[in-house]
């Protein structure tokens, strides 16, 4: 990818008109496709001065839940993918 980054793939929010939204905080999924992992774009990113966030972490993967048995052995595929590629 050099030194620039290619968001021609990127698909934008789509939205109606009547709704008015400040658009300060997007959330999007880094696919495979896209040729980096979301903590290599985050960092890119990051070097030029853009702040970023991961997703979220999966309830059943939050530290505070670890020690109990609440989630014990459980895996909530959909949840670990969004939180693995989401920013």
């Known amino acids: 990818m050099g030194g620039e980054l290619d968001i021609r793939n990127c698909e ?6 009547i709704i008015l939204l400040v658009d300060w905080m997007y959330s999007i999924l880094i696919e495979d496709e896209f040729g980096m992992r979301r903590d290599e ?3 890119k990113l990051e070097k030029k001065g853009i702040e970023t966030r991961t997703f979220f972490i999966p309830m059943h993967e939050q ?3 670890q020690n109990v048995d609440l989630f014990k052995g459980e895996s909530y595929p ?3 993918e969004l939180a693995r590629k989401g920013m």
């Open 78 to 80: 959909v949840a670990e």
């Open 63 to 65: 530290p505070v839940f």
């Open 12 to 17: 934008r929010f789509n939205r109606k008109r």
């Open 41 to 43: 774009l985050m960092n």
